[in-house]
């Protein structure tokens, strides 16, 4: 499968504990970007790479969330002291090239946070 | 939402009709995308329209694009079942983020 993978698929933490998700891209995509959906709403923009360069980063990723892209290639998604409003999906993007492309997403990782 | 709305939240029609949604911003654009959610699967991209376009068509999508009222709208003909789904509006500021719209929850009943 060359499509964006992302896991866990789902994970389930008790408030408290440290998670950390990953998402590999697709190859020589070189724009990573980290999402969270909860129900019934759109996804959130978290950050983005381009490469290995966190370009930006949403003011809803608080000091307790962290991301590295290590390479350019895959990334890590880190949640730190996780609290029962972090529970959600996670989604991760993928795109190559300029403005006018497509981002791939893949599954997601669903948290529940406990 | 963090940068558009959709209207309307949810839709319901029957096998064969028309489906339109529409999707609202605040600020200006590269270019506005729309993408496709199943319940609890990650979103499939459906179709690009850039900021210089008025009116684009992939097989039974149309999408236009209206730059001076901010909006765009998604007309899925002849809808089938298979079609229901969340679909999302996607703003791409700059050459950097793309920002999701809040989404319609379409229901295509056979």
């Known amino acids: 499968d060359t499509g964006v993978s992302q896991n866990p698929r789902h994970k389930i933490t008790k408030r408290g504990q440290n998670v950390t998700f990953r998402c590999d891209p697709i190859?020589?995509?070189?724009?990573l970007y980290w999402y969270r959906q909860t129900l019934g709403q759109g996804p959130e923009f978290l950050t983005y790479?381009?490469?290995?360069?966190?370009?930006?980063k949403s003011r809803l990723l608080s000091d307790r969330f962290s991301a590295e892209r290590p390479k350019g290639s895959f990334s890590t998604l880190e949640i730190q002291r996780t609290e029962q409003g972090d529970s959600a999906m996670y989604l991760c993007?993928?795109?190559?090239?300029?403005?006018?492309?497509?981002?791939?997403f893949g599954q997601g990782t669903r948290l529940t946070v406990v | 939402s963090q940068q558009g709305e959709e209207d309307p939240q949810a839709l319901s029609i029957q096998e064969g009709e028309n489906a339109t949604m529409n999707c609202s911003y605040k600020?200006?654009?590269?270019?506005l995308q729309w993408y496709r959610q199943n319940s609890g699967r990650g979103l499939v991209h459906l179709i690009l329209?850039?900021?210089?376009?008025r009116e684009k068509h992939s097989g039974r999508l149309r999408v236009t694009l209206d730059t001076s009222k901010k909006s765009s709208s998604l007309l899925i003909t002849a809808s089938r079942a298979a079609d229901t789904a969340s679909y999302f509006c996607?703003?791409?500021?700059?050459?950097?983020?793309?920002?999701f719209g809040t989404g319609t929850r379409l229901t295509v009943i056979p």
């Open positions: 993007a993928s795109s190559f090239g300029g403005a006018d492309t497509e981002a791939f």
């Open positions: 190859s020589e995509h070189n724009r």
């Open positions: 790479f381009q490469n290995e360069a966190q370009l930006e």
């Open positions: 600020t200006s654009i590269n270019n």
């Open positions: 329209i850039r900021s210089n376009e």
């Open positions: 996607a703003r791409r500021t700059g050459a950097n983020n793309l920002f």
